[in-house]
């Protein structure tokens, strides 16, 4: 059997890929257009496994999509691919639309091409899983009850807003064309691997080289982190237990304000890498720095995954302590991914966000 994989070469593609192959006995076909934000060295670890095929290529090149799915043959097809980041989509909302509601649409159309020419028993069998994410919900005020699957879509960016109007398109070919999708949205991942644009790896990376760790407004909006491993998992889950047509929230129970994020990664350097002596500084902390907020930046995210739990056995393993532990080691044992992924294209990135 095999699965097909798409922007497996971002951060929780690549972990995922990484993931499924250490678990299961099964192929991935894994696809990404390797943008700025997908590296072929995040899937390293499985670049000699036999079970791992990469294809360079776009979910919205219908020709590559039909061939590929036709050649392989998969019992099911797991869509990572996205512009993935909320100030890139304040800039640049155009590729938003392109890669997360023209590419989705895509892809979906070759997947019910490719459903309606399978037997019964296969036809019955596929899945298609859509991995979105919990911002579509919106922002809650604090004292709000988490949200749950039935909440109202109310995204407030171009991101949220290219990711919901995904997850309507989803949605829609399950009940115009039958076609069996599975929906899940995540809270805030974290681990190894992530882009060092967005907020954990940024703050590690800037306090390693003593610049200063830019906290939008007052620090004060709350996110859910998850463990990028218990996310994997919960995706794994979905896919063999879930119901065709549901959507299920993953969350971390883990919602902190974003400034207590970055005193805690302050902690954990300061223990692991203390500040060198010859500096103006002397602890992490003292390159804390509030910034300009994002627009429209949402106050809170909080997921109720009660569902999941209920439905499918399936909690984090990960609490924040654990997970942040290691994912701080992670960036300290493997300098030489952060200055390879750090090409021209983000230093232009970095100068225009924080100018
Ligand atoms: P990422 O930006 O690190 O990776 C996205 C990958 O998709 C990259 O490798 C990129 O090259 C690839 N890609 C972009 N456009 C493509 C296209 N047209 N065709 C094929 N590949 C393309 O993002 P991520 O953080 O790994 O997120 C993966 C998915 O999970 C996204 O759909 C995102 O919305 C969702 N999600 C992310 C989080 C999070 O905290 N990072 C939380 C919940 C949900
Ligand atoms: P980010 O990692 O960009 O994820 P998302 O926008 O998808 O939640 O940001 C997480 C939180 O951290 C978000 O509230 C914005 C904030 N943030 C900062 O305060 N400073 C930064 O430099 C970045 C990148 C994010």
Redesign the pocket.
């Known amino acids: 059997m095999t699965i097909l994989v ?10 995922f890929v990484i993931d499924w192959l250490s678990e299961m006995d099964e192929t991935v076909i894994s ?9 072929l060295n ?1 899937l390293a670890e499985v670049e000699e496994d036999e079970r791992h095929v990469f294809v360079h ?5 219908s020709q590559q999509i039909d061939r590929l799915l036709h050649t392989y043959k998969p019992r099911a097809v797991v ?7 909320v100030d890139r989509s304040i800039h640049e909302p155009e ?1 938003f639309l ?3 509601i023209i ?1 989705t649409f895509r892809l979906l159309e070759s997947s019910r091409r490719y459903c309606s020419d399978l037997n019964e028993k296969r036809k019955r069998d596929f899945r298609f899983l859509h ?5 579509v919900y919106g922002s809650l005020d604090e004292d709000a009850p988490a949200s749950t699957e039935s909440k109202c879509y109310q995204p407030n960016n171009p ?1 949220s807003a290219s ?1 919901a109007s995904s997850e309507h398109l989803v949605r829609a070919y399950y009940h115009t064309y039958g076609l069996p999708v599975l929906t ?7 681990g190894p ?3 060092p644009e ?1 907020l954990i790896p940024l703050v590690i990376h800037n306090a390693l080289a003593h610049k200063p760790l830019p906290t939008y407004g007052d620090g004060l909006q709350i996110r859910d982190w ?1 463990y ?1 491993g218990d ?1 994997c998992r919960a995706i794994r889950m979905v896919l063999d237990e879930g119901s065709c047509g549901e959507v299920y929230n ?1 969350g971390g129970l883990n919602e902190k304000a974003n400034i207590e994020v970055v005193r805690i990664l302050c902690d954990i350097l300061n223990e692991l890498r203390p500040v060198n002596g010859n500096t103006s500084i002397t602890s992490y902390h003292d390159l804390i720095t509030f910034v300009k907020d994002r627009p429209g930046h949402d106050r809170r995210y909080a997921i109720d995954a009660s569902k999941i739990e209920t439905e499918l056995g399936w909690r984090p393993a990960e609490t924040f302590a654990t997970g942040i532990q290691k994912t701080v080691e992670w960036y300290l044992d493997n300098q030489e991914w952060v200055d390879l992924v750090l090409s021209g294209d983000y230093h232009q990135w970095i100068e225009r966000q924080y100018a």
């Open positions: 798409t922007g497996s070469a971002g951060f929780i593609g690549a972990n696809l990404d257009k390797l943008t700025y934000a997908g590296n995040n290529g776009d979910i919205g090149d869509n990572f691919a996205a512009e993935s980041h590729a392109q890669t997360n590419g991995v979105s994410t919990d911002e991101y990711k899940t949205n995540c809270s805030n991942n974290y691997y992530q882009f967005k998850l990028v996310h993953i």
